[in-house]
């Protein structure tokens, strides 16, 4: 006997986003962040990731802003790149990934860190005014952290902070919630990871769900 | 003062290890089945996934055994295939993600099915000895299931069934292991994701750490 299920994507979207909001505590969220929370929860697969979420005052407001205007979108991965969902941006935003750029590997030896750092140092072009997502390495976090210590480093508009991990995931985004050099949201402490982030960006772009 | 913070991306991966390997119970896993187990909960950044994990016998000998043939990954999602890091694949295995093939939409249409499930039609002329890999959509695995009930399907040498969520996740994940059509691996209920399943496949590509 062929499985049964439920086939209609529309649909497994509106019972997915139901159950949560039946069953995650989402009342601390303003209008603008809760569809950002709802969207994380469900890309987590886990109601309580809601306990974790922080969200400066005013940074879905900014964030999307930001993407009406046409900032691009700077992930420190591809699979956060890769995830989002290019028909939902609201201006063709690009999507920008640097982490295979060719001068990767040299700015990385240079600098004595990761490849993942190194890249950021790519993103300064395009830095100013544009949506940061971070969703993997601690060590770009930091580095951006570090970047935006300068003050003529230019600044983006909003920072998703979502590294991952067991070292340095929950120390990075501990210092991006301290410093807040622009509006942000992070997840505290270990947990985080580039379909979280991606959930982040799908929702700041479009407000459907 | 800028962050000092640990900038030596295999010294990360080594405390990372061994930080999962001090707090998390592994010990009901295999010596192919832990490293799996490991790469895991550190894609996860979550301490407690090994009480979810489910290996059916053999699955982590079965699945490299697959690889080092020269098997190529299916995957359910760009988010996946695009997390696989290429250089730890043992035989320039093909990672193949047919989601965005032109044919795919009237499939779906076709077959009154999503998207990610439709998908899978195009695996069949690759499906015979591959390593299925499964982060994304229920939809999918619940389609796959249907596929192998046909026994002139072609049979994957193993499943990695890790789709997430709220609708179904839980649903045909239970069912993979009910079936076991293959050597399978699983997260148990609505936790799981494409950073969990890649994790998956560079675990079983490679034993480096």
């Known amino acids: 006997m062929p499985y049964d299920y439920e086939k209609d994507g529309a649909a497994i979207y509106r019972q997915s986003f139901a159950t949560i ?7 601390r969220f303003d209008a603008n962040d809760e569809p950002i929370a709802v969207r994380m929860i469900h890309a987590a697969g886990m109601v309580g990731l809601e306990r974790h979420l922080r969200f400066s005052p005013g940074f879905g407001a900014t964030a999307r802003a930001a993407l009406a205007r046409g900032a691009p979108v ?17 201006a ?34 395009r830095l100013a005014g544009a949506l940061v997502a971070i969703g993997n390495a601690p060590t770009a976090l930091f580095h951006l952290l570090n970047m935006l210590e300068d ?15 067991f070292v340095g995931a929950m120390e990075s985004k501990a210092a991006l919630w301290a410093d807040q050099p622009a ?13 979280i982030t991606v959930a982040a960006i799908n929702a700041i ?4 769900e």
């Not at 909001?21 to 009342?27: C, N, Q, T, V």
């Open 21 to 27: 909001r039946a069953e995650a505590d989402l009342a």
């Open 74 to 90: 700077l992930c420190d991965a591809h699979m956060v790149s890769e995830g989002v969902t290019r028909r939902r941006l609201p």
């Open 92 to 125: 063709r935003n690009d999507v920008i990934c640097t982490l295979r750029d060719p001068a990767v590997a040299d700015l990385a030896r240079g600098g004595g860190t990761t490849r993942s750092a190194a890249a950021l140092e790519l993103w300064r072009p």
């Open 151 to 165: 003050p003529a480093c230019p600044r983006p508009a909003a920072i998703i902070g979502c590294p991952v991990g």
């Open 183 to 195: 509006p942000c949201c992070i997840v505290e402490g270990r947990l985080g990871g580039s379909a």
């Open 205 to 208: 772009a479009s407000r459907a």
